[in-house]
């Protein structure tokens, strides 16, 4: 069975609050009916992506975005590529 999915505004402001407050997290996954673990892999994404930690299910942050088009790039090159050696090769022989 998935998890139960949280909006973007709700981690932030859940993960914010866990911050400042001077309790355990334990608390604030009480307070806000969160699991432990959840709130902090929440913590943990917001520290290592800062503005780009919850982009949501099925998109990319933009780093890894551009990594894949640049992949998709040389793939269509390299295709590219090898059309024209088989061309070449066809011509030479003429």
């Known amino acids: 069975?998935?998890?139960k999915e949280y909006a973007k505004d709700f981690k932030e402001s859940v993960v914010a609050y866990a911050k400042d407050y001077?309790?355990?997290i334990a608390e604030v996954a009480r307070k806000f009916d969160v699991p432990l673990g959840t709130i902090?892999?929440?913590?943990?994404?917001?520290?290592?992506?800062?503005?780009?930690a919850f982009v949501g299910t099925g998109h990319l942050r933009r780093k890894n975005a551009?990594?894949?088009?640049?992949?998709?790039k040389i793939r269509d090159l390299q295709e590219e590529n090898a059309i024209l050696k088989k061309a070449l090769a066809i011509f030479s022989k003429l």
Do not use: L, P
């Open 40 to 52: 902090y892999s929440w913590m943990s994404a917001t520290e290592k992506h800062k503005e780009e």
């Open 22 to 24: 001077e309790g355990s």
């Open 1 to 3: 069975m998935a998890g």
């Open 66 to 72: 551009e990594e894949k088009e640049k992949e998709k």
